[in-house]
């Protein structure tokens, strides 16, 4: 499995920012996708994640209402769609995934497969 992320960049605070995961390896039907970040100094958390298969989806709280996941099935692709981005959402940004037939985790240990980084930068 591996995961491609893109899409991070430098915006100022409002803006907008869509990040994509690209997947390949195998049929993601039975996975779950996430987003996770890391600011410098500080551990890594869980952003959003979805149920490839039903589409359920799950948030960090301090980006409700801003942020939104999707996924493309004719692309193998995730999305993470990021409005009013504040300078707090500065981080390392990395897309993730593991095998499961039901729920959805938040835990970093859960997901397998991991993709590399992309850089978000929310100016004030």
């Known amino acids: 499995v591996q995961l491609q992320a893109s899409g991070g960049g430098l915006v100022q605070a409002g803006g907008s920012l869509r990040l994509s995961c690209a997947a390949s390896?195998?049929?993601?039907?039975?996975?779950?996708m996430g987003w996770f970040r890391q600011a410098p100094g500080k551990e890594r958390e869980f952003v959003a994640g979805i149920r490839w298969s039903g589409g359920n989806t799950f948030y960090l709280d301090s980006v409700k209402g801003r942020f939104t996941i999707s996924r493309d099935n004719a692309k193998n692709t995730v999305h993470l769609q990021m409005n009013s981005l504040k300078p707090e959402d500065t981080a390392d940004y990395y897309c993730?995934?593991?095998?499961?037939?039901?729920?959805?985790?938040?835990?970093?240990?859960?997901?397998?497969?991991w993709g590399q980084g992309t850089l978000v930068t929310v100016s004030s």
């Open positions: 993730a995934a593991y095998a499961s037939s039901y729920g959805l985790s938040s835990r970093a240990s859960d997901y397998v497969y």
């Open positions: 390896g195998r049929t993601f039907s039975s996975y779950v």
